[in-house]
């Protein structure tokens, strides 16, 4: 347990000595971020997932089956969005490769353009459906294009990205394999239990995120949900600006 304490409180204040600096509670604003706006885009836009892809795959072919509820436009629009942004999170990473902090403060702040124009989009037209179960409060029909794209683009941005920082453990978007080595790396398992603090820290902001998310849009308020991941996204293209100094020892990609 002292161990685990250890950790978590190093992945929130990091040492100042530490590989990779601020990035590891930044980061963690980002996972928060992932789950406000895939409890959007599932709870309000007709069952489809943003940022989780290995869902909304599985969705598809549920789709294709002919699932009710679920929209087969609605996940490949999603997933051609996504890959659309993880293009351009990798062109990002290749025009600034030497400086992992202004990378991150380049990319959160193109994040939180598109996510505060999915705020307004919401808070204008609604969420709507997309053919599936339509959305909590909204219109229905295909509205729910455009803000699937935007919150598409701006998750597969940050996955390829926060991939390009290599901070372990810390993918922002997808929690399978920080699960399993949280389980499959453990004591118990006759493992090291490498990192466990920052394990269950990634869960506990999706987890939040997620819990924030849904309680807005069940409430009617999507927009305000997506105004709160914007926010978050600002603040972390704010942080990492302000302290990505030039020599800062953590900039340097790992190997």
Not at 61 to 74: D, E, I, K, Q, R
Not at 163 to 179: A, F, K, M, N, S
Not at 182 to 203: E, F, V, W, Y
């Amino acid at each position: 347990m002292r161990a685990l304490s250890a950790d978590a409180l190093r992945t929130l204040v990091p040492p100042r000595a530490d590989r990779h600096g601020p990035l590891p509670p930044l980061l963690l604003l980002l996972t928060v971020a992932t789950g406000v706006v895939d409890a959007v885009s599932y709870l309000g836009l007709g069952h489809v997932f943003v940022a989780n892809m290995t869902g909304n795959v599985v969705f598809l072919g549920f789709a294709l089956a002919g699932a009710p509820g679920l929209s087969a436009a609605a996940s490949l629009v999603s997933l051609t969005a996504f890959l659309a942004g993880a293009l351009v999170g990798g062109r990002l990473g290749s025009r600034t490769p030497a400086h992992r902090g202004r990378l991150l403060a380049l990319a959160a702040a193109v994040q939180t353009v598109l996510l505060a124009a999915a705020a307004a989009t919401a808070a204008v037209g609604g969420t709507g459906g997309t053919g599936g179960t339509g959305g909590t409060g909204g219109t229905g029909g295909a509205d729910g294009y455009p803000l699937i794209v935007l919150l598409g683009l701006g998750m597969g941005l940050q996955n390829a990205v926060a991939r390009r920082l290599g901070v372990p453990d810390l993918t922002t978007t997808v929690l399978t394999l920080t699960l399993t080595g949280l389980a499959a790396d453990s004591t118990a398992a006759g493992g090291a239990a490498p990192r466990p603090g920052r394990r269950i820290l990634s869960a506990l902001a999706m987890l939040l995120g997620g819990l924030a998310g849904a309680a807005l849009v069940l409430h009617g308020r999507p927009a305000t949900a997506l105004a709160l991941a914007a926010l978050l996204l600002l603040a972390t293209a704010l942080t990492a600006h302000r302290l990505s100094a030039p020599d800062a020892h953590w900039a340097p990609p790992t190997a």
